[in-house]
């Protein structure tokens, strides 16, 4: 059973030191360290792939751990398959207790709760936006844009770029309507 612990770095810390010291003091026998500005989580992923059940993961702090709550609550939903346990040391977090693990229940259910208010604020904002004449999504490109744009390829042969700058459109805008077939072309100009 290892004792192992996991640093990070964060915008306000930019010394491992103090987090060292604590994981030393804990027990840690062995310590993978990462640094904020690190896009994904690489260490801990080999850390994790190294330890094994029954072996306890320690961090100084719960934000060490994930970057949002969603991003922690999967970490320790993966600790809870992988039988992994937490200790995060300032909150005083110990999974291998009954008080840890009521601690990351309810943790789940707050993440779970979270990610259905943000879903029912968002489709509440998109239904008022609705209610005051707003569809949301882009523009529609008006039939002689369109034209335009097929003929600026077709029959003057100028570039992607320069079609797109002639007719204030993306080059995406621009390949969309290049690459339609003729009978499509004809279902949108009649719209």
């Not at 290892?2 to 027990?27: A, F, P």
């Not at 072996?55 to 609550?73: A, M, P």
């Not at 882009?138 to 369109?146: H, L």
């Not at 621009?174 to 009649?190: G, P």
Request: charge should be neutral.
């Amino acid at each position: 059973m290892n004792i192992v612990g996991y640093i990070r770095t964060t915008i306000t810390e930019d010394t491992t030191q103090e987090q060292y010291s604590k994981l030393e003091e804990y027990g840690c026998t062995e310590f993978f360290q990462e640094n904020s500005q690190d896009q994904n989580s690489a260490q801990l992923e080999t850390l994790l792939a190294k330890m094994n059940p029954g072996d306890t993961l320690v961090v100084d702090r719960l934000f060490h751990l994930g970057k949002s709550t969603r991003q922690l609550s999967e970490w320790i939903l993966h600790l809870q398959t992988l039988q992994i346990d937490l200790v995060c040391l300032t909150e005083g977090i110990d999974t291998r207790e009954e008080t840890g693990k009521l601690y990351f229940q309810w943790m789940n259910q707050m993440t779970a709760m979270e990610s259905e208010l943000l879903k029912e604020r968002t489709l509440l904002g998109l239904s008022k936006a609705r209610q005051q004449g707003k569809i949301g999504g882009r523009p529609k490109t008006d039939p002689k844009k369109i034209k335009k744009i097929r003929f600026l390829f077709f029959e003057k042969k100028e570039s992607i770029q320069s079609i797109a700058n002639t007719c204030n459109v993306s080059i995406g805008t621009c390949y969309k309507y290049i690459n339609l077939k003729e009978y499509e072309v004809e279902q949108l100009l009649q719209k």
